[in-house]
Nanobody
Framework: VQLQASGGGLVRPGGSLRLSCVAS????????VAWFRQAPGKEREWVSC????????YYAGSVKGRFTMTRDMGENTYYLQMDNLKPEDTAVYYC????????????????WGQGTLVTVSS
C-alpha cells in the first residue's frame, strides 16, 4: 500500500486548506484511513479517521467542527477539508492506513504517507 499526501501550504488564520491522500496498492488490506499531525517540538497526534467499513468519520476534539474528512471512492482518495484554521494547526500532516484497535493510536497504523506541511500564520 502506498499513500501520497498533498495540499499543504501557507494560509492565514481563519483560512482554509484541503489536504488529499491518494491510496494505491492492496487497498482492501485495511479498514481505516486517518490523518495525524506533528507540530514542531511536539509528538504526533491523531486528527481524524474514516472507517471504510462503517462509513463513519471520527475527529479529535481540537478539530471537530472545523475539519471534515471525506472520501472519493472512485479515485481512492481521502480528503481533509480544514476550515477556520488557527496558528496551533501548524504542523506536518500525515495520512495513514491500517486496521487499528484504537483509531487514535499511531502504532496501530501500518502504512504512512510522506507528510505535507501546513503553516497557519499572518
Amino acid at each position: 500500500v502506498q499513500l501520497q499526501a498533498s495540499g499543504g501550504g501557507l494560509v492565514r488564520p481563519g483560512g482554509s486548506l484541503r489536504l488529499s491522500c491518494v491510496a494505491s496498492g492492496f487497498t482492501k488490506h485495511f479498514y481505516a484511513v486517518a490523518w495525524f499531525r506533528q507540530a514542531p517540538g511536539k509528538e504526533r497526534e491523531w486528527v481524524s479517521c474514516f472507517d471504510r467499513h462503517k462509513g463513519d468519520t471520527y475527529y479529535a476534539g481540537s478539530v471537530k467542527g472545523r475539519f471534515t474528512m471525506t472520501r472519493d471512492m472512485g479515485e481512492n482518495t481521502y480528503y481533509l477539508q480544514m476550515d477556520n484554521l488557527k496558528p496551533e494547526d501548524t504542523a506536518v500532516y500525515y495520512c495513514a492506513a491500517g486496521s487499528p484497535i484504537a483509531i487514535g493510536d499511531e502504532a496501530d497504523y501500518e502504512f504512512w504517507g510522506q507528510g505535507t506541511l501546513v503553516t497557519v500564520s499572518s
